[in-house]
């Protein structure tokens, strides 16, 4: 070495005495590293991680950090449900009797993500459902509760209490699109209703606001006039009435308010929400998607356990023939090999889990399936060729498998236990040792598959039918805790990916793929007890509040 740039320095250590040469600048450099600037490669990519083949869930890596140089609240999660479907959020809910109906579907909506109507009962009461969301807007309410003039303030009461709000057009025989005579309050009956029996049996006819006093707007008015009138009038409600003073339509001062907290809704060309909903394969499915179709559904999910079949494709050529313009999601799948044949069939977007649900035990009866975190990888890299989004479905418990699952491919996230439970699924709460809970249950069970009224669609997505003798259950029954309204809960869970991308350092998920696919992302699998360490350990108690 130069004599200029190293000298002999003599130091003791351990009573033992040494010379190492040591830069006059600064002597770390070397002791640190011997000199040397080169930064080895850290972590591993994407396609190293599963080149193993092994299985691996979300628990079995974790994305490494990289360089920031913006904020979280910078960081676009705009992602591809479909080919020509696109959302704000990466989030959907799945269709699953005890997790989407009309309720959920508008939430996940209103939060920027999607929501997938159950089949699991008539055809009716599913293109009912899917209804509802497309007439929920943020502006006209086209089938608003409406009383008549014979029913008593009582029935305002079971009203408020069924659904949460009063203002309760009067027509003249309590239906919609007959003569508008007034309106009910909670103040027009808050009083009565504290007098007793008396005062709860009253007329509405004696109680409401009439019409000659109401503030109104006639048929044909913009959303932009109505809501100009509505701010005007310092109403809380504006009746739509035609030229015949008949009721057509209604606006709610609260959906002004949160189509100001909501603008990152889900919606369509016609400023409707959008809506999914699931069909089987049957001959049935033919005429549920007729009335799926007229209702206004935007995308139908071909709802199957093991998708890669010759119904599922002769399904989806059917489709694709008969509503040219409707976007189809098939699956579910788990292999490249599974994905190419829906592919060449035309599906719109894949699905892909098997086995993976918390509620599932297909893996466990069956014997087949796949670890998700490996399928999700194999099938979205296949997938990403043919410009094909993936759903990954199943087997997500925390914002950070929703992370997981988008830095392996996926463009968006199904989940099932992570929403169930709050107010917006379907379902009574019931208490169990003090604990307010929901029932949730896979479709796979046989409490799902025996549904009165339904059960035929869960059958179906198992490959059983009615006259089958025995039925091998492929999910169970249980009971989640009450997690509240989800639409608290998506905003904490957009929040909390926004802030994951920024510590990957991509400033959108389309960047964040993009890195995944280079190799710029890098990957480290864990060990037992690496991922024992990166939870709560060495507390005696603790509470653990994420949001």
């Excluded at 236990?417 to 307010?436: H, I, K, M």
Aim: with cysteine; hydrophobic share 35%; aromatic share 6%.
């Amino acid at each position: 070495m130069d004599g200029d740039t190293f000298k002999q320095k003599s130091y003791i250590s351990n009573g033992r005495k040494f010379s190492t040469p040591m830069p006059e600048s600064n002597p770390s450099d070397f002791l640190i590293c011997g000199g040397t600037t080169y930064v080895p490669e850290d972590g591993i990519t994407g396609a190293q991680l599963m080149a193993g083949g092994d299985g691996l869930t979300y628990n079995d890596f974790i994305l490494l950090p990289g360089y920031i140089d913006f904020v979280p609240e910078e960081c676009d999660l705009t992602s591809a449900l479909t080919k020509k479907i696109t959302i704000r959020a990466p989030l959907v809910s799945s269709p699953m009797d005890t997790v989407t109906e009309s309720n959920m579907a508008i939430a996940m909506a209103l939060g920027g993500g999607i929501g997938f109507v159950h089949h699991n009962c008539k055809k009716e009461y599913q293109a009912m459902e899917v209804s509802k969301v497309k007439k929920y807007q943020h502006g006209f309410v086209l089938d608003p509760i409406v009383l008549g003039t014979d029913h008593v303030v009582q029935d305002v009461a079971d009203v408020k209490k069924k659904y949460g709000f009063t203002g309760i057009p009067i027509t003249e025989d309590g239906k919609m699109g007959s003569k508008l005579v007034g309106i009910v309050t909670s103040r027009d009956i808050d009083f009565l209703l504290e007098k007793g029996k008396e005062g709860a049996q009253m007329l509405l006819s004696e109680v409401m606001t009439p019409v000659e006093q109401l503030t109104t707007a006639k048929a044909g008015v913009t959303l932009q006039e109505a809501n100009h009138i509505l701010e005007k009038s310092k109403k809380g409600k504006l009746p739509i009435i035609n030229e015949d003073g008949e009721l057509v339509a209604l606006i709610a001062r609260t959906d002004l308010k949160k189509s100001r907290e909501f603008p990152y809704a889900s919606k369509d060309e016609n400023n409707q929400l959008l809506v999914g909903a699931a069909i089987s394969t049957r001959e049935d499915d033919k005429l549920r998607l007729e009335a799926l179709v007229m209702a206004g559904v935007d995308v139908v999910v071909l709802d199957s356990s093991q998708g890669n079949s010759i119904y599922q494709i002769n399904m989806i050529r059917w489709i694709k023939d008969k509503y040219p313009n409707l976007q189809i999601i098939g699956g579910n799948v788990v292999t490249a090999c599974q994905a190419k044949n829906l592919i060449d069939a035309g599906v719109d977007g894949l699905r892909v889990g098997m086995g993976a649900g918390s509620i599932c035990i297909t893996q466990e009866v069956m014997a087949v399936g796949r670890s998700q975190g490996t399928a999700v990888y194999k099938v979205a890299e296949y997938a990403r060729r043919f410009g094909v989004p993936v759903i990954a479905d199943g087997g997500i418990q925390s914002v950070g498998h929703i992370m997981k699952a988008l830095g392996l491919g996926a463009s968006t996230v199904m989940m099932g236990s992570l929403l169930a439970g709050t107010t917006e699924a379907p379902g009574d709460y019931f208490y169990q040792d003090g604990v307010r809970l929901k029932k949730y249950r896979g479709m796979g069970s046989l409490e799902a598959m025996e549904k009165k009224g339904g059960g035929v669609a869960a059958m179906d997505r198992y490959f059983h039918q009615e006259t089958d003798k025995v039925k091998v259950a492929q999910g169970v029954s249980g009971s989640i805790v009450d997690k509240g309204s989800v639409l608290r809960y998506l905003p904490y869970l957009i929040r909390g990916l926004q802030h994951g991308c920024q510590d990957i350092g991509a400033r959108s998920l389309s960047i964040l793929r993009s890195m995944m696919y280079s190799g710029e992302l890098k990957f480290e699998r864990r060990t037992p007890s690496a991922q024992y360490e990166g939870g709560v350990h060495s507390l005696h108690s603790f509470e653990k509040r994420l949001y």
